[in-house]
């Protein structure tokens, strides 16, 4: 077991991804991620590995897919802004069926928005966020801890499914500094036959391609894409379940606002209101099928988001709309405070009452 | 039973070509993969794909291939050669795709010197989408998006880019050619070979510009073509080698 130390988030997100086995890294600098490409610039020369700052997010991203159609664990990571840039890539990659981990240090939006912690790119990173049918298996840790085990779990289901992973954190989690573990992960091993390494003769040649001219062609690969995502919705969805034993009132938060929420909820609970939260860990797959059960004891829902309410249309569609669905929003870099939710809670628990 | 005198390349494919009639990508495809067969590459080398009529370059050559977004082939090529340095990387891209698109990767990666090959067709068209105004598109060149001709007081100038390159100190190996002829044919084999040899003795950056014609959007039989490439092209973009690191060095 290794040692405790204590680490900035978008460090820990840097020193994972290599004990997951991540050599490679481009970036590009922005607020406030830079820390992961200051880290990497570091730690890569040391160990043979390879850090290069790329001339645009593009191109870092675009480098991602070189590497990884070789077959090898690469990361970016940016910020809001530079995603949007990445999509392109990031359409590509999905199509290309390339696995590699993408890292969105969010903050406010729209446009330059600001450099403040936002959840705004939920709708983004849950929905591709580039043209085509495609998802990401989206992670969003809560704390410094989680993002250390998630980096390395996003890895292995990104090669176990042959697609792209993001890991959604927000300004918050990125710059604060928590007491953490870096312990030695799985190293998952995933077939790499389709990997360019050279034919060396040997072998027919392996094309990466996201192109084709036959309609029914490129239909059958979205299909078959979907199969995977099928399986993916069956078996990697994660969440917490937070004091739910006897709840009437369910908050569902993820990644930082799940934390002012654990606030609220002791206060609420203080208060005799009998609240619980379901933290949605996966937010693509969505924990859909814990919240649909969740309607059978639950009263009323309170979403709390860094955001003007995104992830609530997921819990809208999870619950298939059966109780009603109250919102702790603040955005443009704003943070919902604990009193903001125990309202919502209370607000909840009396609605829930008069059904 | 004779003695063979002419094959294809082994690093061709037996893919039919989709190129139009009397379009130069055929020659050029040859003189890359005799280059590769040449230096006895072809197990080690992988092709980046670029988006326009080359679009389908992973059809025709043997080696393993990966297809980019437009413009972004040198950023691809950059992580895969960093991934393995011991592959030997190359991009074949058009003229919309590294010069108007792709600018910004093709100078990064030459600033950098990339230890990669980049064989750039210049036809001063877009091909692939049906002939509109490319970046290196000539001064009063009638296209699809130019139907009054080129005109430099509204759109500027048709980027040089060896001539661009050559200011930088990063690049090694700069050189344009063109393939309206025989001799010029010969000696683009030779630019394309010393490309890949750069890269197989980590020389680092190589490009080879290759002017090129395009008959069906130039709206000229093949011959007519090359005719124009000569009158027209050749003045513009004058061929000869813009940069030699090496040779530099040897010359001091």
Known sequence: ?355 | MGEIVFQKPKSLTDNQFHYCPGCTHGIIHRLVAEAIDELGIEGRTIGVASVGCSVFTYNYFTCDMVQAAHGRAPAVATGVKRSDPNNIVFTYQGDGDLASIGTAETVHSAARNENITIIFVNNAIYGMTGGQMAPTSLPGQVTQTSPYGRDVNTVGYPVRICEMLSQLEGPSYLERVAVNNVKNVKAAKKAIKKAFQNQVENKGFSLVEVVSTCPTNWGMTPEKAMEWLEQNMLPYYPLGVYKDRYAEEEAK
């Open chain 1, 1 to 355: 077991m290794a040692d405790k130390v204590l680490m900035k988030g978008n460090e820990a997100i840097a020193e994972a991804a290599i004990k997951a086995g991540c050599m490679y890294y481009f970036g590009y600098p922005i607020t406030p991620q830079t820390e992961v490409a200051a880290y990497m610039a570091k730690r890569m020369p040391k160990i043979g590995g390879t850090f290069l700052q790329a001339e645009s997010e593009i191109a870092a991203i675009n480098m991602c897919i070189g590497v990884a159609s070789t077959g090898k664990r690469v990361m970016t990571s940016s910020s809001s802004p530079g995603i949007s840039l990445k999509a392109e890539g990031i359409s590509y990659m999905a199509g290309c069926d390339l696995p590699a981990l993408i890292v969105n240090v969010q903050r406010g939006g729209p446009g330059l928005g600001g450099i403040q912690p936002s959840q705004s790119d939920y709708y983004q990173a849950t929905r591709g966020g580039g043209h085509g049918d495609y998802h990401l298996f989206v992670v969003a840790p809560a704390s410094v801890q989680e993002m250390v085990s998630l980096t390395a779990h996003a890895f292995n289901v990104a090669e176990k499914y042959r697609v792209p992973a993001m890991l959604l954190a927000d300004g918050t989690l990125g710059q604060m500094m928590e007491p953490v573990v870096i312990d030695e992960v799985e190293i998952e091993e995933h077939d790499k036959s389709w990997a360019l390494t050279g034919t060396k003769c040997e072998r027919e040649h392996n094309v990466i391609n996201s192109l084709s001219m036959l309609p029914e062609e490129l239909e059958q690969w979205n299909i078959d894409r979907y199969e995977r995502y099928a399986k993916m919705e069956k078996e990697e969805p994660m969440w917490e379940e937070y004091m739910m034993e006897d709840a009437d009132i369910c908050v569902v938060a993820f990644g930082i606002a799940s934390r002012v929420s654990r606030n609220a909820i002791k206060a609420a609970r203080e208060k005799g209101v009998k609240v619980g939260m379901i933290r949605p860990i996966t937010l693509w797959p969505f924990p859909k099928e814990v919240l649909l059960a969740s309607t059978d004891k639950v009263k009323a829902y309170v979403t709390v988001e860094l955001n003007m309410g995104q992830m609530a249309e997921d819990v809208e569609l999870a619950t298939h709309c059966r109780r009603p669905i109250l919102k702790a929003n603040r955005a443009g870099g704003c943070i919902p405070s604990p009193e903001q939710v125990l309202a919502q809670i209370e607000a909840a628990n009396e609605l829930g009452g008069e059904q």
